[in-house]
Each structure stands twice: as structure tokens, then as C-alpha cells.
């Protein structure tokens, strides 16, 4: 393989991994705000507050989602580049155009089983500190 074709799916695989690490700090971090969020929930006198952990948990999913389509298009680039032939190589980093749509990458059991969960646990624990 010609050394700019290697150089150019160095880039896309770069591109891809930045992607993954994105997904992984997101979740990361969805998981401490709502964590914090109740904490200060259950410490205040208005427990009222911890019903805004939805928020974040939902912008999060957004936001992972994003970066799941971005990581998506990024490898369907990388198949493209993968089958050109040495003289092709431009070093273009446009992906192709969507071949999923946005709400997929939302629904996807990537985002929708850990973000589902993450949900209903606020959702459970809001009920229970609501009612107690």
C-alpha cells in the first residue's frame, strides 16, 4: 500500500477513535452531573430540584448520538478510501452522505440501553425521594 494511502486512513482512524473517546467521556460525565444533582437534591430542603437531572441525562443522549452518526460517517469514509487506488488519494476528509438517519444513532442500543437506564433511575429515584 502507497505510504499516502496509509497516511490517509491515519487520519480517518484518528478521527474515528477521538469519536469513541467523545461517546466514553460523555457518559462519563452524564453519570457524575446526575449524581451531583441528587446529591445536592437530597441535601437541600426542596427536593423538587433533583427532578432537573432529566435534563442533562436527555441533552447527554443528544449530544452521544451526534457523535455515534459523526463515528459512523467517518468509517463508511474509511471504507471508501480503503478501496481507492493510490492516485485517488486526495486526503479528503468530507464524509458521504448519511446512510442512517439522525433519530438512528439516537435509538441505537449504544445510547438508548445505557441512557434508557440512566433515565429511569432518575426517574425512579425522583419518584421515591418525591414520596418519601
Excluded: C
Aim: proline share 2%; glycine share 6%.
Amino acid at each position: 500500500m502507497h505510504e499516502n494511502k496509509i497516511a490517509h486512513l491515519n487520519m480517518i482512524q484518528g478521527t474515528i477513535q477521538r469519536m469513541a473517546a467523545n461517546s466514553g467521556i460523555l457518559k462519563g460525565w452524564a453519570v457524575t452531573l446526575v449524581a451531583a444533582i441528587f446529591a445536592l437534591g437530597a441535601e437541600d430542603s426542596d427536593q423538587r430540584l433533583i427532578v432537573i437531572a432529566i435534563v442533562p441525562v436527555l441533552m447527554f443522549w443528544l449530544l452521544d448520538a451526534f457523535y455515534l452518526r459523526q463515528e459512523r460517517r467517518f468509517r463508511d469514509l474509511y471504507g471508501i478510501v480503503r478501496q481507492k487506488s493510490d492516485e485517488e488519494i486526495d486526503f479528503a476528509m468530507e464524509t458521504p452522505t448519511d446512510q442512517q438517519a439522525a433519530f438512528g444513532a439516537f435509538v441505537d442500543p449504544v445510547n438508548s440501553v445505557f441512557y434508557g437506564i440512566l433515565l429511569a433511575v432518575v426517574a425512579i429515584l425522583t419518584y421515591l425521594l418525591l414520596n418519601s
